[in-house]
T-cell receptor, first 115, second 113 residues
């Protein structure tokens, strides 16, 4: 199946700093990628839809100035958590849409811990 | 509205037991249906999918059939292994939804040796 990578897999940062998470589709072009957040023992919550070459579409309740999304190429989307606080600690997962297969493929996730 | 309902876990079975995880959906139009699996500490992996009524998705011994009449997509496996221990998510995509996935709440499966 298609492969989607995320980097870093784990990150620990101090409160007030910014953290960038990368999501790459390795063997297909993805005009659309998605960013999710998952709390322990819960389902995935869609944060935003990332569209190549245009602004991301954020779900209700997600602060676009806090979670900056850039989708500058057909294989890369980045999520930047700005001025991170302990409540931003979570597991962040991206997915990339393979339109040819009509399927989303998920990355392995990034665990963020803000101290 | 559009939603996915799956059986609450955790589900605990002995190795080689038969597995069923129920999933039903509510959707306008004709969704595509998916099962994803999440192993501890990892992201989601696509397990199987079905895109139209009566389709059967299968992979790694797991099967699920798209039943439009009962709006269901139950996951089954004839003989589970310890390595199947994971969280299983049923999901749908509406063909008109710009590919947004609607997930069920997930079912945690634990297999005893």
């Amino acid at each position: 199946g298609a492969v989607v990578s995320q980097h870093p897999s784990r990150v620990i940062c101090k409160s007030g700093t910014s953290v960038k998470i990368e999501c790459r589709s390795l063997d297909f072009q993805a005009t659309t990628m998605f960013w999710y957040r998952q709390f322990p023992k819960q389902s995935l919550m869609l944060m935003a839809t990332s569209n190549e070459g245009s602004k991301a579409t954020y779900e209700q309740g997600v602060e676009k100035d806090k979670f900056l999304i850039n989708h500058a190429s057909l294989t890369l989307s980045t999520l930047t958590v700005t001025s991170a606080h302990p409540e931003d600690s979570s597991f962040y997962i991206c997915s990339a849409l393979d339109r040819g297969q009509e399927t989303q493929y998920f990355g392995p996730g990034t665990r963020l811990l803000v101290l | 509205g559009n939603s996915v309902t799956q059986m609450e876990g955790p589900v605990t079975l002995s190795e080689e037991a038969f597995l069923t995880i129920n999933c039903t959906y509510t959707a306008t139009g004709y969704p595509s249906l998916f099962w994803y699996v999440q192993y501890p500490g990892e992201g989601l992996q696509l397990l199987l999918k079905a895109t139209k009524a009566d389709d059967k998705g299968s992979n790694k011994g797991f099967e699920a059939t798209y039943r439009k009449e009962t709006t269901s997509f139950h996951l089954e496996k004839g003989s589970v292994q310890v390595s199947d221990s994971a969280v299983y998510f049923c999901a749908l995509i509406l063909n008109s939804s710009a590919s947004k996935i609607i997930f069920g709440s997930g079912t945690r499966l634990s297999i005893r040796p």
